[in-house]
């Protein structure tokens, strides 16, 4: 079975720093396009970046220059440093991986059960 289990929310004032993280695990054969996606209270699910298998990233706008995406091929894991925190930054935040298990011919996509960002005035 696969787990994205994601790690490093917390409570932090505007203008600090957090680390998140997330680590693929179970079996599996290979993955593609690794990304961190928030939720805030009362809106839609966002893309905040993505990165793919060969390190090329995307952000959305509100984030560019505050948020760095990286991964670990080796580690199956997805890193968000984010810094510069803003208050309207408070989500949830969503690890994503699209992800072909060992054995299967499909590729799914597959998410973490997210982690709490809240960012205080």
């Known amino acids: 079975q696969v787990q994205l289990v994601e790690s490093g929310g917390g409570l932090v004032q505007a203008g600090g720093s957090l680390r998140l993280s997330c680590a693929a695990s179970?079996?599996?054969?290979?993955?593609?396009?690794m990304g961190w996606y928030r939720q805030a209270p009362g809106k839609q699910r966002e893309l905040v970046a993505s990165?793919?298998?060969?390190?090329?990233?995307n952000y959305a706008d509100s984030v560019k220059g505050r948020f760095t995406i990286a991964r670990d091929n080796a580690e199956n894991t997805v890193y968000l440093q984010m810094a510069s925190l803003k208050p309207e930054d408070t989500a949830v935040y969503y690890c994503?991986?699209?992800?072909?298990?060992?054995?299967?011919?499909?590729?799914?996509?597959?998410w973490g059960q997210g982690t709490q960002v809240t960012v205080s005035s």
């Open positions: 994503n991986a699209q992800l072909r298990p060992s054995g299967s011919p499909y590729l799914g996509n597959y």
């Open positions: 179970g079996r599996i054969f290979s993955i593609n396009d």
């Open positions: 990165i793919t298998r060969g390190g090329s990233t």
